[in-house]
T-cell receptor
Framework: AQKVTQAQTEISVVEKEDVTLDCVYE???????LFWYKQPPSGELVFLIR??????QNEISGRYSWNFQKSTSSFNFTITASQVVDSAVYFC???????????????FGKGTHLIIQP | DVKVTQSSRYLVKRTGEKVFLECVQD?????MFWYRQDPGLGLRLIYF???????EKGDIPEGYSVSREKKERFSLILESASTNQTSMYLC???????????FGNGTRLTVT
């Protein structure tokens, strides 16, 4: 079985600050995908990024960046110069690709509620 | 753009009622999922389906069943609703294992 831990239940920062959301995972599989999703107050989960376990390159997309470190089983998400519209619950998730059984859906962390204050 | 539509945004049902939550996707995806979301617990997988008439239990299937008679439609059934099934229910679909899940807007179910 796999596990995703987001230790930060809630983070509150002032607009324009940088903020990092932590994600630590456990899996016995050697091949897996990691994901980040955003859930704004409207409720719909929005896909942000997918990372293959073989690809440890960091990724940047505008103000968003992701740091994947296999050695520490972490896949952290940083928002630079945060804005009020970034306020949401953010979920990290994992799916193994070579497991023989078990649920086939994503395993999600419990989420981090990010509050950006103006 | 993938569209996953859940038939109801809000539902209020009484204990013991049979409840149907409907979900339709328009992208011909093979896989469909039902999750429930509760504060402090994140998203937990109830059931999923990888083909028409196929279904697999997720992590918390007790008290639920599902139906997938057509590829685009995946229904979650609460045979006899109980108050501990009050929750937000999220439907999702994906094209294959490892593909991003596309979620609907959710159905907030209250069982009184």
């Amino acid at each position: 079985a796999q596990k995703v831990t987001q230790a930060q239940t809630e983070i509150s920062v002032v607009e324009k600050e940088d903020v990092t959301l932590d994600c630590v995972y456990e899996t016995r599989d050697t091949t897996y995908y990691l994901f980040w999703y955003k859930q704004p107050p409207s409720g719909e989960l929005v896909f942000l990024i997918r990372r293959n376990s073989f690809d440890e390159q960091n990724e940047i997309s505008g103000r968003y960046s992701w740091n994947f470190q296999k050695s520490t089983s972490s896949f952290n998400f940083t928002i630079t110069a945060s804005q009020v519209v970034d306020s949401a619950v953010y979920f990290c998730a994992l799916i193994p690709l070579n497991s023989g059984g078990g649920a086939d859906g994503l395993t999600f962390g419990k989420g981090t509620h990010l509050i950006i204050q103006p | 753009d993938v569209k996953v539509t859940q038939s109801s945004r809000y539902l209020v049902k009484r204990t013991g009622e049979k409840v149907f939550l409907e979900c339709v996707q328009d992208m011909d995806h093979e896989n469909m999922f039902w999750y429930r979301q509760d504060p402090g617990l994140g998203l937990r997988l109830i059931y999923f389906s990888y083909d028409v008439k196929m279904k697999e239990k997720g992590d918390i299937p007790e008290g639920y069943s599902v139906s997938r008679e057509k590829k685009e439609r995946f229904s979650l059934i609460l045979e006899s609703a109980s108050t501990n099934q009050t929750s937000m229910y999220l439907c999702a679909s994906s094209s294959n294992r490892g593909s991003p899940l596309h979620f609907g807007n959710g159905t907030r179910l209250t069982v009184t």
